[in-house]
């Protein structure tokens, strides 16, 4: 036999690790534990579940057990591991036949997050739930039949396309303490998202900090308390980001003062020589901010797991830096960001200009008009781009990537705006809006911002 690579989570960053290390080293030993009976969630398509443009909760499933299994790797569900020794490279597990302990010539730690959940008066009971795992979605679906009124608590990406697919069906409002749902967007691009969230029907209550559920005589929810108001709804659901699962570590990997995350060099190296990690508790390398940031994100978590499974087998592979890339359908709106935000750009001491441009998405004789609302973030001298932000009602997912490579690649506005992009009548004019968009931020750093 070979080495023996043993993965914990079998979710993105864990079933890439172990496919990966598998290729890497045919002879390797590659096992699985996973907590759960529920390998491979695509957690981004619970939307379209709720919205019911996805009919079955067991579409978000991307692989069965068997499609791994085929590919020689051990793969174990409801294995919860407790405890992880690298001295002697052992792991303790719980199962439904007991207590156990796997050992390992190499592991890699792919355990995920949880949910961040509320800790206010009446959060017990039926009729809130905290949405991040598989079985929080089946939770939510059972418990939305015959309720009309949802409150969504948490803006994002996350909660805004969670209130727009529930929107379809229910009356939602969606309650977050910014003062838009996507922190750091603009005010022009945060009022093109406001305005078509409440032409859904969502109910958009900015600034207000959830105080406490309230219940009927039954037990039953009746209402969001917030310190602006109370919200009457019959199911809430919270969105308030994650928190990394390392509590079986018990301290014996270095983690990231700021986050909590387990920290990685680029080869997803850990504290310990024996031990990768990769996913969602993990930290990832930022290519515009110094050291290792915690970016939770589906595609870095596959991206990074590859490579932490690539190294375990004896291979060599660096992780790309990463932007924060994200992309969000909000049905009828597209929403996507890149790299910083111009807080964010000031907050790590850039000299950051924003420039803001609402521009065609096709040639002018095809009807009807749409337009794409564009910004970017810019520093002044070296003229770079920093970060891109879109918004309209399609093309923004798409063309997210290009300013992602711009940005990447570490290219100034002036060399930015002519690039060599296609013309399509239909879904690019002649300029697109990207280049309208760097164009524009050239005048911007100049001074002329006319």
Known sequence: MGRRILVVGGNAAGLSAAARAKREDPRAEVTVLEATETPSVSNCNFSYVLSGRVEKLTRVLSHPPKYFTERGVDLRTGV??????PIRRRVGTESAGGAGEEAYDKLVYCAGSRARRLDVPGRTGKGVTALHSYADMEKLVGGLEGKSGVAVIGGGFGGMSVAAALAEKRNVALIFVEDSPVPGLNGELSEVVRTHLEGR?????PGNRVQGY???GAGRLAGVETDGEIVNCEYAVELLGVIPNVEPLGGRLELDAAGGAVKVDGRQCTSDDGVFAAGDCATVRHALLPGHRYIPNGALANRCGRTAGCNAAGG???????LGTRATELYGLELAQTGLSLAEARDAGYHAVETVVQTPLHATFHLPRALIACSAVAERGTGRILGVRLAGPYGANLRINAAATVIAAGMDAENACGLDYAYHPHSSPVWDPLLVLFRQTVKTLSGREE
């Open 80 to 85: 919860t591991v407790t405890e992880i020794d």
């Open 201 to 205: 029907g969502v109910r958009l209550l």
């Open 214 to 216: 309230l219940r009927d």
């Open 316 to 322: 060599f592979s660096k992780s790309a830096p990463a």
